[in-house]
Each structure stands twice: as C-alpha cells, then as structure tokens.
Nanobody, 124 residues
C-alpha cells in the first residue's frame, strides 16, 4: 500500500487548507486512517482519525472544533479540513493507515502504514 498526503502550503493565521490522503494498492474504506503532524524539534502528534465506516472520528484537543476529517470511498481518499489555522499548527502533516481491517482503535500504535508528509506553514 502507498499513501500520499497533499494539499499543504503557506497560509495566514485564520486561514484554511484541505489536506488529502490518497491510497493505492489498498481499499482505504476498510481501514481506519489517521493524520499526524510533526513540528521541528517536537515529537509527532496524533491529530485526528476516522474509522473505516466513517462513523467514528477522533480529534486531539488542540484541533477540536477547527479540523474536520472525512473520507470519500469512491476516490479512495481521506481528507483533513484545517480551519482557523494558528501559527502553532505549522508542521509536516502525514497520514497513516491501520494495519487491521475494520478496527476502530484510534491510538498511534494502531497505524502501520505511512505516507510522505505535506508541509503546512501558518504565518502570523
């Protein structure tokens, strides 16, 4: 399986971006997908996740109410909508896929497949 994150860029504080995570070699709708971010000098942070059915979602406290995760099974893609962006949201954002089908266990240890990240930079 290959995952590719895209959609990052430079945006002003308060702006929005939509990140995409496209998959090849695996039907993404059978797996929980998560988004992580890592800022320079900081540990990787678990940001959001969506269950294989789309019925379950998880958000880390710093992004609740501002970020929205969704999936489009027809396009085999998961999205992360970033609204009301803050400078502290600046990081490389990566998507990852659970290594078991039909499991909803939104914890970092559940994710085994990773894609290359996309840079999000928020200017003040």
């Amino acid at each position: 399986v290959q995952l590719q994150a895209s959609g990052g860029g430079l945006v002003q504080s308060g702006g929005s971006l939509r990140l995409s995570c496209a998959a090849s070699g695996r039907t993404l709708s059978r797996y929980t997908v998560g988004w992580f971010r890592q800022a320079p000098g900081k540990e990787r942070e678990f940001v959001a996740a969506i269950s294989w059915s789309g019925g379950g979602t998880y958000y880390a406290d710093p992004v609740k109410g501002r970020f929205t995760i969704a999936r489009d099974s027809d396009k085999n893609t998961v999205y992360l909508q970033l609204n009301s962006l803050k400078p502290e949201d600046t990081a490389v954002y990566s998507c990852a896929m659970d290594n078991e089908r039909y499991r909803w266990s939104p914890a970092p240890a559940s994710f085994a497949y990773w894609g290359q990240g996309t840079q999000v930079t928020v200017s003040s």
